[in-house]
Every structure is written in structure tokens, then in C-alpha cells.
T-cell receptor, first 117, second 118 residues
Framework: DTEVTQTPKHLVMGMTNKKSLKCEQHMGHRAMYWYKQKAKKPPELMFVYSYEKLSINESVPSRFSPECPNSSLLNLHLHALQPEDSALYLC????????????????FGPGTRLTVL | AQKVTQAQTEISVVEKEDVTLDCVYETRDTTYYLFWYKQPPSGELVFLIRRNSFDEQNEISGRYSWNFQKSTSSFNFTITASQVVDSAVYFCALSEGRSGAGSYQLTFGKGTKLSVIP
């Protein structure tokens, strides 16, 4: 299995809703990432989990709450979002094991297109 | 601070033409990694290639080739005999090394949108 899966593919939510995005990989990767991508822009890093611990939070508002229940799963909990949070949310993973030839290549999922009304 | 510049915002070519996407990077590290990703309209970022700073060997993979030159801080990508399926946004990215135990941050360029016209 060499892919990263994300659910749902599309999500429409109101500003008062609570929803979650899910990301899963079964490649044994030890680092997982959340990115936000607006139209015609490159991905922007939000969070990094390394060995199931949050290692980087790029000053993301608290209405985004990441969670890493185990080494294969990464969630992004959403609450009280704003319309400007509408974007494509991408999850990625990388092996994270120094010494391996491909240890820092990030593999991306298909993304969740989020619309906040 | 690291930076990646993709000066070409949009490129249009006719099918079967060759096209080169430019990427120029800035970094103070002696060890770094360069990547190219393809993002078709469906949205998924597809990994194409990684290059280490200590390996300047150019690479060819089918219709794709990459030219890495440390002297000019460039890592250009050429598609030979372009096809409509090559239409996508292409991102060049740079990683300077480990930013946390086992994780690596990517700095992306702004992307080049390639349109291949049949």
C-alpha cells in the first residue's frame, strides 16, 4: 500500500459546525503533515506530527485542532471556522527514518475540499 | 532563510513540443534536498523526483528530465514531447533538513501552470 487516503473528499460546513478531516497511511511512515492550499497558491504547512507527537504548529488558529491517534492516522478537528478557511486541505506523510534513501520524500493524499458558509 | 522561485507563472505549449520549467532556490545550508511535484486539476500532489545537494547528476525518466546545477542554484525540469495529460501545476520545493525528529519541512515555489494544447 503506497498511498495516503483522505476523507471526506468534499465538505461543506456552517460557521457553527464541528467536523473532522481524516487522513490515513499504511506505509509505516513516522511523520505526517497537514497543509492548507488556497486556489492558485502553493500548499502552506499547518502542522507536523513526528513519531505521533506534534512537532510543528505554524501559528494555526485554535479553531483547527490536530490529533494523531496512532502512527497511521491523522485527524484535523474543525470548529467555528470562518469563510476564509475554505480551501483544499492536504495531508502528507514521509518515512522519517534517517538512513533510508527516501526518508524525506513527502507523499500527499488527494485532499479534502472544504467550503465554509 | 530558504526560498524557491518559479518565475514562470503560466506556460502554454502545443502537444509534442518540449517545455522546460525553471526553478531557482536559495539556501544557506550545505545539505539540502530539492523536489518536484505535479498537481493535476484533481488536486492531489504527485511526487516526481528528489535530488540531494551532494548529487548533481542529472536524471532522465521517460519523457521527464531534470537538470540540477549548484553553480546557478537551479533545478530545472524538462518535459519532452508534451502531452495533454501533462497539463497541471508543477511545484518545485526545497527542504533544508530535519526540522523535528524524523520530519522535514518543505518550502514550495509558487508553482508553474502548464497547459498543453492538443
Amino acid at each position: 500500500d503506497t498511498e495516503v487516503t483522505q476523507t471526506p473528499k468534499h465538505l461543506v460546513m456552517g460557521m457553527t459546525n464541528k467536523k473532522s478531516l481524516k487522513c490515513e497511511q499504511h506505509m509505516g511512515h513516522r511523520a505526517m503533515y497537514w497543509y492548507k492550499q488556497k486556489a492558485k497558491k502553493p500548499p502552506e504547512l499547518m502542522f507536523v506530527y513526528s513519531y505521533e507527537k506534534l512537532s510543528i504548529n505554524e501559528s494555526v488558529p485554535s479553531r483547527f485542532s490536530p490529533e494523531c491517534p496512532n502512527s497511521s492516522l491523522l485527524n484535523l478537528h474543525l470548529h467555528a471556522l470562518q469563510p476564509e478557511d475554505s480551501a483544499l486541505y492536504l495531508c502528507a506523510s514521509s518515512p522519517g527514518t534517517p538512513g533510508r534513501n527516501s526518508y524525506n520524500e513527502q507523499f500527499f493524499g488527494p485532499g479534502t475540499r472544504l467550503t465554509v458558509l | 532563510a530558504q526560498k524557491v522561485t518559479q518565475a514562470q507563472t503560466e506556460i502554454s505549449v502545443v502537444e509534442k513540443e518540449d517545455v522546460t520549467l525553471d526553478c531557482v532556490y536559495e539556501t544557506r545550508d550545505t545539505t539540502y534536498y530539492l523536489f518536484w511535484y505535479k498537481q493535476p486539476p484533481s488536486g492531489e500532489l504527485v511526487f516526481l523526483i528528489r535530488r540531494n545537494s551532494f548529487d548533481e547528476q542529472n536524471e532522465i525518466s521517460g519523457r521527464y528530465s531534470w537538470n540540477f546545477q549548484k553553480s546557478t542554484s537551479s533545478f530545472n525540469f524538462t518535459i519532452t514531447a508534451s502531452q495533454v495529460v501533462d497539463s497541471a501545476v508543477y511545484f518545485c520545493a526545497l527542504s533544508e533538513g530535519r526540522s523535528g525528529a524524523g520530519s522535514y519541512q518543505l518550502t514550495f515555489g509558487k508553482g508553474t501552470k502548464l497547459s498543453v494544447i492538443p
